[in-house]
C-alpha cells in the first residue's frame, strides 16, 4: 500500500519520467523508431523498476492515469523533436491489459495526438500477446477503433503467450516483436533459432513486420540478419535513454 499512495502522486509531482529505447533497420542499423519506458524516481524510494511498480500499478487501476500521462508525453516528446530538427521520430509505448479495455483510451489519444499536432501513425502501441488473446472479441473492436484513429499496432513479447493463429491474422497489427527470451540465445540453442526463424516467417507471411528485441551482441544482430528480421533492438544499439541522451546518440551515430 505504501508504494501505491506513493504512485497514486507520482505523475502529478512530476516522479515519472519517459526513456527511450532506439529500434534500427536490422540491415542498415538507422534507427527507425524509439520505445518509451516509463522511469519512476521517487524521492522517498529512489529509482523504482518498473518491474515493480506496473504490476502495483496494474491492481490499483492506477495504470489507467499513469497510462494517460505516457501517452501525452510521448506525444509532448514527439512534438518537441520534430520542433527542434530531429525529424518526426516514430515513438512506441507500452499498454497494458487493463488499458486496453479502458473505454476512454481511444478519446486519450486522439486528444494528446491534437494537442501536439503528432501524425497518429507516427505512435505506436504494443500490445502483449497475453493482452490480446484475453477477451479476444472485445479486444478486436478496440483494435479496430484504434487503428481508425490511425496509430500502429504491435504484439510485444510474442513467443511467450499463446496466440491462436486465427486471431493472429484477424486483429489489424502492423507488427511482430519476438520476446528477447528466445532472441539471447539464437547462437547458443538450435531450437531457439528455429522458433525465432518460424516467427520471422509467420510475421511476413502475414504482412507483418518482424522486429528481435533484447539483442546484445553483434554476434546475435548478424544472426538474426540473417534470419530476415526487419528490426532490431537491445543493449548492444543502446538501453532506455533519457530524452537528450537519445538524441546525443543519435548524433553521435550519424
Ligand atoms: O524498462 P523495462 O525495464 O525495465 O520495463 C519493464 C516492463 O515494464 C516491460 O515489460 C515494459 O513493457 C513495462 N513498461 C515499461 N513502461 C511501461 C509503460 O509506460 N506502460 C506499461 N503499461 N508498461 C510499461
Ligand atoms: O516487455 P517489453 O518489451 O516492453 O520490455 C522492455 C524491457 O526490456 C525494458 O525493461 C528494457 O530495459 C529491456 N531491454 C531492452 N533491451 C534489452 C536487452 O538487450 N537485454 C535485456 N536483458 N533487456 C533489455
Ligand atoms: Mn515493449
Ligand atoms: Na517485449
Redesign the pocket.
Known amino acids: 500500500l505504501r508504494l501505491e499512495s506513493r504512485l497514486r502522486h507520482a505523475a502529478d509531482r512530476s516522479e515519472l519520467a519517459?526513456?527511450y529505447?532506439p529500434r534500427v533497420a536490422a540491415a542498415s542499423g538507422r534507427m527507425v523508431a524509439v520505445e518509451?519506458?516509463?522511469?519512476w524516481d521517487s524521492p522517498e524510494l529512489g529509482c523504482v523498476?518498473?518491474?515493480e511498480f506496473?504490476p502495483i500499478?496494474?491492481e490499483s487501476r492506477l495504470?489507467v492515469p499513469?497510462?494517460a500521462w505516457?501517452v501525452r508525453e510521448a506525444c509532448r516528446q514527439h512534438a518537441a523533436w520534430k520542433a527542434a530538427g530531429y525529424g518526426a521520430i516514430p515513438i512506441s509505448?507500452?499498454?497494458?491489459a487493463l488499458?486496453l479495455r479502458d473505454p476512454a483510451l481511444v478519446g486519450t489519444l486522439d486528444a494528446a495526438l491534437a494537442e501536439f499536432g503528432v501524425e497518429p501513425a507516427a505512435l505506436e502501441l504494443?500490445l502483449?500477446e497475453s493482452t490480446l488473446m484475453e477477451a479476444v472479441e472485445e479486444t478486436l473492436a478496440q483494435l479496430h477503433a484504434l487503428k481508425r484513429l490511425g496509430v500502429k499496432l504491435s504484439v510485444?513479447?510474442f513467443g511467450t503467450g499463446y496466440s491462436s493463429l486465427n486471431y493472429l491474422n484477424r486483429f489489424p497489427i502492423d507488427r511482430l516483436k519476438i520476446d528477447r527470451s528466445f532472441v539471447r540465445r539464437v547462437l547458443d540453442d538450435p531450437a531457439d533459432l528455429a522458433i525465432t526463424r518460424a516467427i520471422v516467417g509467420l510475421g511476413h507471411t502475414l504482412g507483418l513486420q518482424v522486429v528481435a528485441e533484447g539483442v546484445e551482441t553483434e554476434a546475435v544482430a548478424a544472426e538474426l540478419r540473417a534470419a530476415a528480421c526487419d528490426e532490431l533492438q537491445g543493449f548492444v544499439f543502446a538501453p532506455?535513454l533519457p530524452a537528450a541522451e537519445l538524441i546525443a546518440w543519435l548524433v553521435e551515430r550519424r
Do not use: F, K, M, W
Open positions: 519517459l526513456h529505447q518509451a519506458l516509463l522511469r523498476q518498473p518491474a506496473i500499478a496494474e495504470i499513469i497510462g505516457v509505448i507500452n499498454v497494458s488499458q504494443e502483449t510485444d513479447d532506455a
